[in-house]
């Protein structure tokens, strides 16, 4: 069965440094990819997506993320994190009729 | 920017009460689905509506739960005799038919609070 793992539930990283988010599928073929970011009391907006193609993938807010196959991964990283960046990310898996399935979830803490 | 709206951004309803949330899903999108997101857990999959007919639903899409489209435009998600445990944020969700236009674009989601 499909299935999306993020294995960090929270992240807390200083304003200015490096991001990188894990996330890790299943799911026997190809998947569709994506990253939702929510901030608290909001809905979840997309980051960027992978469907074919390009490995490597940008974003809105300068985010970008990596396809590995062979590590079964779609990890998110963004190069300078601003304080604004904090908030809940959602990696999911598009399958079949595109129904995106979730993964828990990290929430991302920035320090000042 | 076309977008997904939902409405009431906030609703209350006592325990065994009926509740309905409406959503607009994007104009041309053909497929609409519901999600839930329990406070603090994952986001979950309710069910999914393609050409006026549930295409797919998970296992918390139980009888309690009905979709409709009723018109063109809103598509609504009704809950009979609620319980405490329905208590979550619902997110609509719609999206595309085309080839590489298949992400779905969510609405800002309604809290429903049972009491």
């Known amino acids: 069965a499909q299935s999306v793992t993020q294995p960090d539930i929270h992240i807390t990283v200083s304003e200015g440094a490096s991001l990188e988010l894990r996330c890790n599928y299943s799911y026997g073929a190809t998947p569709y990819l994506f990253w939702y970011v929510q901030s608290p009391g909001q809905g979840l907006q997309l980051l960027l997506k992978y469907f074919s193609g390009d490995t490597l993938v940008q974003g809105i807010k300068g985010f970008e993320a990596e396809f590995k196959r062979s590590q079964s991964s779609f990890n998110l990283r963004k190069p300078s994190v601003h304080w604004s960046d904090a908030a809940e990310y959602f990696c999911?898996?598009?399958?079949?009729?595109?129904?995106?399935?979730f993964g828990r979830g990290t929430s991302l803490i920035v320090h000042p | 920017e076309p977008e997904v709206t939902q409405t009431p951004s906030h609703q209350v309803t006592q325990m065994g009460q009926e509740v309905i949330l409406r959503c607009v899903p994007i104009s041309n999108h053909l497929y609409f689905y519901w999600y839930r997101q329990i406070l603090g857990q994952k986001v979950e999959f309710l069910v999914s509506?393609?050409?006026?007919?549930?295409?797919?639903k998970s296992e918390i899409f139980d009888d309690q739960f009905s979709v409709e489209r009723p018109d063109g435009s809103n598509f609504t998600l009704k809950i009979r005799s609620t319980k405490l445990e329905d208590s979550a944020m619902y997110f609509c969700?719609?999206?595309?038919?085309?080839?590489?236009?298949?992400?779905?674009?969510f609405g800002q989601g309604t809290r429903l609070t049972v009491v």
């Open positions: 999911a898996l598009g399958y079949g009729s595109y129904i995106p399935t």
């Open positions: 969700a719609s999206s595309g038919q085309e080839e590489g236009n298949t992400e779905a674009f």
């Open positions: 509506f393609y050409n006026n007919e549930i295409s797919e």
